[in-house]
């Protein structure tokens, strides 16, 4: 991978604004929680708090990976470009900097691993892990509410057609 591909040009633009997007989406989320704790609730507040919940999960899982991915993208660029640039300044803090050889990066999962001269890898940083953990149970909550979600309107819909649950 090289530091001119249109992926990683496009995840470090992206990373700006997600930048600014993660302070409003955890004051979003302060918000949504005080209204809840208040009295004076919508009857349907449960199934509010459902749709909100998987909206808010899955975003917060975008906004998450587009922060990694715009990390990879600035740690190729870094290590491709200019003066004193490989080994990569991510690799070359460990024991192992004088084997050496150069680096992998990867969107899918995030990573950017740096290459020894037997073949062999290591991550430049933990924070790829958590990262990818991160998005991994976000994305999957998020698909867990939106399933519930739609069990939820599905037992509404019988409820209110007089046939009850089985």
Known sequence: MDDDS????LFALLCI???????VWLI???FKLVSVALPGRRPDWRWDLLRWSARMTGSG???LYVLGAGAVALS?????????????????????ADHLVGQTASWLP????????????????????????LVAVLGLSSIAL?????YAAERRARAA???GER
Do not use: K, M, Q
């Open 146 to 150: 939106v399933v519930a979600n739609g």
């Open 76 to 96: 190729v660029h870094e290590s491709s470009s200019g003066a004193d640039s490989t080994p990569a300044h991510e690799c070359r803090d460990d024991y192992r």
């Open 61 to 63: 899982a975008v906004i």
């Open 28 to 30: 979003v989320v302060a």
């Open 110 to 133: 995030l990573r950017f691993d740096c290459v020894l001269d037997d073949g062999g890898t290591y991550p430049s940083s933990p924070g790829y892990f958590w990262i990818n953990t």
């Open 161 to 163: 057609a007089g046939e």
């Open 6 to 9: 249109l992926l990683g040009t």
């Open 17 to 23: 604004p997600a930048l600014f997007a993660v302070p």
